[in-house]
Nanobody, 125 residues
């Protein structure tokens, strides 16, 4: 089992940057495929990015590709999301999620077993 705690959210102007962090504890972080999802008010949770537990392969939603970068530091048991060129439509609660040992770069929320509590990102125009 793994516990996840996000941080780094906040208020930023359009065009700005933020880096989200997700600290993991309780199990072997390096064996989990990790992802970021987000949910805006009144909308369903949507996939943002995923990184494989081994090899570091990544996959992004079209809406963030080229602007966001997902990375991980297994020694620190931390997942990151660097967000650049932020847009008002990026405003949402951002969640990190973990999926035990899988080579599949899933974008489906139901495939992830563990979730953090979320961190709010607000982008003003």
């Amino acid at each position: 089992q793994v516990q996840l705690v996000e941080s780094g959210g906040g208020l930023v102007q359009a065009g700005g940057s933020l880096r989200l962090s997700c600290a993991a504890s309780g199990s072997t972080f390096s064996s989990y495929t990790m992802a970021w999802f987000r949910q805006a008010p009144g909308k369903e949770r949507e996939f943002v990015a995923v990184i494989r537990w081994i090899g570091g392969a990544t996959r992004y939603a079209d809406s963030v590709n080229g602007r966001f970068t997902i990375s991980r530091d297994n020694a620190k048991k931390t997942l990151y999301l660097q967000m650049n060129s932020l847009k008002p439509e990026d405003t949402a609660e951002y969640y990190c999620a973990a999926r035990p040992v899988s080579v599949v770069l899933s974008s489906t929320a139901g495939d992830f077993r563990y979730w953090g509590q979320g961190t709010q990102v607000t982008v003003s125009s």
